[in-house]
């Protein structure tokens, strides 16, 4: 079993409109985890941290549930330029990357 | 934020030889670096874990013989692709972490290596 699982998506929707992705991770002890935005053939770049009592940062609010083991990533009022694949990361001494899900925001 | 500088960004390299990738943190001390690799369309393959001054750990299927890699300082990592075939063709990217086993890492800009 892969240490992190995403639905790779691709989720396509109009803008405005609201999505949300789901991350499960198989490592009971991780210890933090976060969400990466990657655009294509660049870098990841850190999105926001995810805490166990949920976090908002603008659009975007992440969610953790330690119990069934997944995170979640909600984005409202999507805008043409949230469109790329977000990664989600866990770490248990060392960071293991989902596969991503791609998310295309349209006219 | 930190800063990761990945070099180079783009080479291509003839069968056979050897490509040396640098990565460096600019404005801290990275303690653990990490390096991955990422075929199109694929994830980030999680390739080996370093830290300054000690051998680096190498997940299952990644050969350290042909991927060596070198963190002689707690600002300086290397990975050197040896005897470089077309299917090591792929992006390479690093990231770098600090001493606190919490905080994200940080990403070089990765590069893409081909191998002709």
């Known amino acids: 079993r892969k240490e992190v699982e995403q639905d790779p ?15 499960t991770y198989s490592n009971s ?34 969610q ?39 998310l295309n925001v349209k006219p | 934020g930190a800063v990761v500088s990945q070099h180079p960004s783009r080479v291509i ?3 056979g030889t050897s490509v040396k990738i640098e990565c460096r943190s600019l404005d801290f001390q990275a303690t653990t670096m990490f390096w991955y690799r990422q ?3 694929q994830s980030l393959m999680l390739m080996a874990t370093s830290n300054e001054g000690s051998k680096a750990t190498y997940e299952q299927g990644v050969e350290k ?3 060596l890699i070198n963190h002689a300082s707690l600002t300086l990592s290397t ?5 470089a075939h077309p299917e090591d063709s792929s992006f390479y990217i690093c990231s770098a972490r600090g001493g606190n086993e919490v905080t994200e890492a940080f990403f070089g800009q990765g590069t893409r290596l081909t191998v002709v």
């Open chain 2, 39 to 41: 075929f199109p369309k």
């Open chain 2, 65 to 67: 013989d042909k991927f």
């Open chain 1, 29 to 62: 002890a991780s210890q933090s985890f976060f969400w990466y935005r990657q655009d294509c053939r660049k870098e990841p770049k850190l999105l926001m941290s995810v805490y166990s009592s949920g976090n908002e940062d603008g659009r975007f609010t992440a």
């Open chain 1, 64 to 102: 953790l549930n330690r119990a069934s083991q997944y995170i979640s990533l909600l984005i409202r009022d999507s805008k043409l330029s949230d469109s790329a694949t977000y990664l989600c990361v866990v770490n248990f001494n060392k960071f293991y990357f989902g596969s991503g899900t791609k």
């Open chain 2, 79 to 83: 990975l050197t692709v040896t005897s």
């Open chain 2, 13 to 15: 390299c003839k069968s």
């Open chain 1, 9 to 23: 998506g691709p989720f396509n929707v109009p803008e405005g409109a609201t999505v949300a992705f789901n991350c």
